[in-house]
Nanobody, 119 residues
Framework: QVQLVESGGGLVQAGGSLRLSCVAS????????MGWFRQAPGKEREFVVSISASGGSTYYRDSVKGRFTISRDNAKNTVYLRMNSLKPEDAAVYYC????????????WGQGTQVTVSS
């Protein structure tokens, strides 16, 4: 059982930055891929970015390329999402998720952290 705890959300002005963190409880954290998703009010949850187990491969949705950066520190069981040049449309609850070994889809999710962007 993997427990994921996000932090770092908050209120920021458009153009500002935030860094989200997600800490995993499992010692096998370094063996699985991680992702960040978001869900805005009235909208479906959407994929934002993913990172491979080693951190050597990442994949971003087009709208955040060049502004968001995912990274991970396997020694700390933590994945980060650095968000720069935030826009009002980035406002959402952000969730981290784990794609554990053998899973066909993300199978563990955090509780989410709210990101609010004022214009």
């Amino acid at each position: 059982q993997v427990q994921l705890v996000e932090s770092g959300g908050g209120l920021v002005q458009a153009g500002g930055s935030l860094r989200l963190s997600c800490v995993a409880s499992e010692r096998t954290f370094s063996s699985y891929a991680m992702g960040w998703f978001r869900q805005a009010p009235g909208k479906e949850r959407e994929f934002v970015v993913s990172i491979s187990a080693s951190g050597g491969s990442t994949y971003y949705r087009d709208s955040v390329k060049g502004r968001f950066t995912i990274s991970r520190d396997n020694a700390k069981n933590t994945v980060y999402l650095r968000m720069n040049s935030l826009k009002p449309e980035d406002a959402a609850v952000y969730y981290c998720a784990a794609l554990t070994h053998g899973a066909s889809s993300y199978d563990y999710w955090g509780q989410g952290t709210q990101v609010t962007v004022s214009s």
